[in-house]
């Protein structure tokens, strides 16, 4: 009997400390607009100004053009870091990010899920290399913070320079812009063009 009594009072004491140590990780939802000079959260979003976010924590960074507006990569260069909370407390950190750029919900750019670390005072991307002529109207950036020396990370909020930019990212070299984009057509886009094209001339050969 002791010894059953024993078993199941580990068993208890494992599935409680299971238990809380996920529900000590955390999902932080960030959604915002960005009209070019300002950011707004949206509706039902989390904050992540002066949030503290730990090990196995993760958060959800979505960025939305204003309206109809959108950005548009003006130089082939390599951004650094494209996108990021700024961090006050120096340190090293490892994590976890997925990086998609979209237009008009479709996927322009992205970064499958990889290992990355964060060194100082920024937690997100680090450079992310982009073409001149991408267009993209809203940013998702998918972060798991995996590993610390820091004692507290603190997420905050900085819009950098004058030039149209993100909270938190790139300036010189991506402008923001005002009306709509036409986006670069997809490879099924071209795909239904293409057959289209061939019926078309099918078409015509018959009647001849």
């Known amino acids: 009997m002791k010894l059953r009594k024993l078993i199941i009072n580990s068993v208890l004491f494992l599935t409680v400390a299971l ?31 002066g949030t503290m976010i730990t090990v196995g924590d993760s958060f959800n960074y979505n960025i939305g053009a204003a309206g ?5 990569v003006d130089i082939t260069t390599s951004y650094f870091p494209f996108l990021a909370f ?36 920024h937690l997100g991307t680090n450079a992310v290399s982009l073409i001149a002529g991408l267009t993209f109207d809203e940013v998702i950036l998918d972060y798991t913070l995996t590993g610390s020396t820091a004692d507290s990370t603190i997420l905050q909020y900085v819009i950098g320079g004058a030039s149209p930019n993100v909270p938190g990212g790139f300036t010189t070299g991506i402008s923001y812009n005002v009306g709509t984009a036409v986006g670069v057509p997809t490879p099924t886009t071209l795909l239904i063009l293409g057959l289209g094209l061939i019926g078309i001339s099918l078409s015509r050969r018959n009647k001849a």
């Open 19 to 49: 238990s809380s140590s996920h529900a000590s990780s955390a999902l932080l939802d960030v959604d915002v607009t960005f009209n070019g000079t300002d950011i707004t959260l949206d509706m039902g979003s989390d904050t992540a100004l």
């Open 68 to 72: 109809n507006d959108f950005w548009q």
């Open 86 to 121: 700024t961090i006050a407390e120096v340190g090293v950190r490892d994590g976890i990010f997925s990086l998609d750029l979209l237009l008009d919900g479709v996927s322009q750019f992205s970064l499958a899920p990889s290992a990355i670390i964060n060194s100082t005072v």
